[in-house]
């Protein structure tokens, strides 16, 4: 099957929003692994399958190169990303753990309201994977979205917490790169009931009060996560 049958055969989106459409559709197919990377992903022709003018699918494809899911190589359009090496992975990690250990670090310094709004965030990301865990077969993207992002409030509850500028911009350029992993492990249910107990230890840890509890727990997360990232990805 061609890539670009893969959106012949998708019903044509409603007239909402049409780019937001286009997105969904694509997103879709990027998530369920029906785009193979290196795949080119042409506007006039996927325009042409969705029955919409170019316009919307330009404008959806350039949200999604900001994912890091889709590449854009000048004079020759948009691509599907190649996976993430063992190495950019190892990297990847290497800079998490300082990250989000750091943030956790300055989070702790004046933690009035941190525990509570993790715990808030947990409820969420407890709730988002019982329904990604309920979902049989297939994956609908909408549940897949709402569980990652679920995932990632819990890890920007501590990030907001730490109160620096500079630390939330470099946040910003990794989420990128997350994407990305994501996308080249496809761990989907594995890693989840794993996230949730690890998410609950940190908000143990903070709860207790003990001075660098939080810290350590957070560590022990991107150290678990990174092994279960190699050990897919070996």
């Not at 939080?214 to 022990?220: D, I, L, T």
Request: proline letters at 4%.
């Amino acid at each position: 099957m061609s890539v670009e049958s893969l959106f012949a055969s998708s019903p044509a989106p409603v007239r909402r929003g049409l780019r937001d459409d286009v997105y969904d559709r694509v997103l879709e197919l990027l998530l369920s692994g029906a785009l193979p990377p290196g795949a080119r992903l042409g506007i006039d022709r996927i325009a042409s399958d969705l029955e919409v003018s170019p316009t919307p699918v330009r404008e959806a494809l350039a949200l999604l190169e900001r994912t890091g899911l889709i590449t854009r190589e000048l004079s020759k359009g948009y691509r599907v990303a190649q996976p993430l090496s063992i190495e950019q992975i190892n990297e990847l990690f290497d800079a998490r753990l300082i990250l989000e250990a750091g943030a956790m670090e300055l989070a702790e310094r004046a933690p009035e309201g941190l525990h509570a709004a993790l715990l808030e965030a947990h409820a969420a990301h407890e709730l988002a994977a019982q329904q990604l865990l309920e979902v049989e077969d297939t994956m609908p993207v909408a549940v897949v979205q709402a569980y990652f992002a679920a995932d990632v409030r819990f890890h920007d509850v501590v990030r907001e917490f730490a109160r620096n500028h500079f630390v939330s911009e470099m946040s910003v350029s990794l989420s990128t790169h997350l994407h990305l992993m994501r996308q080249t492990l496809r761990n989907g249910r594995s890693d989840v009931e794993f996230a949730l107990v690890e998410h609950r230890a940190i908000l143990d840890a903070v709860g207790s009060g003990v001075p660098g509890a939080g810290v350590a727990a957070m560590r022990e997360h991107i150290t678990n996560v990174r092994g279960r990232a190699r050990a897919e990805a070996d």
